[in-house]
T-cell receptor
Framework: GDSVTQMEGPVTLSEEAFLTINCTYT??????LFWYVQYPGEGLQLLLK?????DKGSNKGFEATYRKETTSFHLEKGSVQVSDSAVYFC??????????FGKGTTLSVSS | EAGVAQSPRYKIIEKRQSVAFWCNPI?????LYWYQQILGQGPKLLIQ????????DSQLPKDRFSAERLKGVDSTLKIQPAKLEDSAVYLC????????????FGPGTRLTVL
């Protein structure tokens, strides 16, 4: 079945460092891909999405590009802030099915 | 626009007891989802409703879990009797009709079964 694999955490960075969180997927067909963020004590929030190959999703300085050839959707940010500390989930969706999430990657940013 | 509301936020029960969670989706959203998020894992779909009909409940442990969505708005998820392995965060999400790839999540209910 379809699945999502994310890099293990936690990821610990200093403020203004460059962030990459790797995500790869396995799917039949052509899924839409998502990054969700979960701040402490809050629900999941959609961070960005891409619906077809080579699309780039972006929001709040975060970016991810849908790479069909490598089945990847890596999350990047050029300069992280303390307020970016959260758990990040990669997910895929195909019509008629449920959202399928990775296990999540915890990001901790220190000042 | 108000988001997805859930209550209670936290619940602690003994095993074999019953518990119920409530969800109020975003106004006008036809599709409602319940997810289970076990510590250290991503959310897993338990059940999906469209209006008041069930679309997918293939992952719902029907011997102990039940859910309903009366009148196509609010929903309740019940566990009876609870087991230790049911300790998790239960997330409710909703989406607009025909836009099921964009789901909005509530804050969740953290259940601890002792």
């Amino acid at each position: 079945g379809d699945s999502v694999t994310q890099m293990e955490g936690p990821v610990t960075l200093s403020e203004e460092a460059f962030l990459t969180i790797n995500c790869t997927y396995t799917a039949t067909g052509y899924p839409s891909l998502f990054w969700y963020v979960q701040y402490p004590g809050e629900g999941l929030q959609l961070l960005l999405k891409a619906t077809k190959a080579d699309d780039k999703g972006s929001n709040k300085g975060f970016e991810a590009t849908y790479r069909k050839e490598t089945t990847s959707f890596h999350l990047e940010k050029g300069s992280v802030q303390v307020s970016d500390s959260a758990v990040y989930f990669c997910a895929l969706y195909q019509a008629g099915t449920a959202l399928i999430f990775g296990k999540g990657t915890t990001l901790s940013v220190s000042s | 626009e108000a988001g997805v509301a859930q209550s209670p936020r936290y619940k602690i029960i003994e095993k074999r007891q019953s518990v119920a969670f409530w969800c109020n989706p975003i106004s006008g959203h036809a599709t409602l989802y319940w997810y289970q998020q076990i510590l250290g894992q991503g959310p897993k779909l338990l059940i999906q409703f469209q209006n008041n009909g069930v679309v997918d409940d293939s992952q719902l442990p029907k011997d102990r879990f039940s859910a309903e969505r009366l009148k196509g708005v609010d929903s309740t998820l019940k566990i009876q009797p609870a087991k230790l392995e049911d300790s998790a965060v239960y997330l409710c999400a909703s989406s607009a009709l025909g836009v099921t790839d964009t789901q909005y999540f509530g804050p969740g209910t953290r259940l601890t079964v002792l």
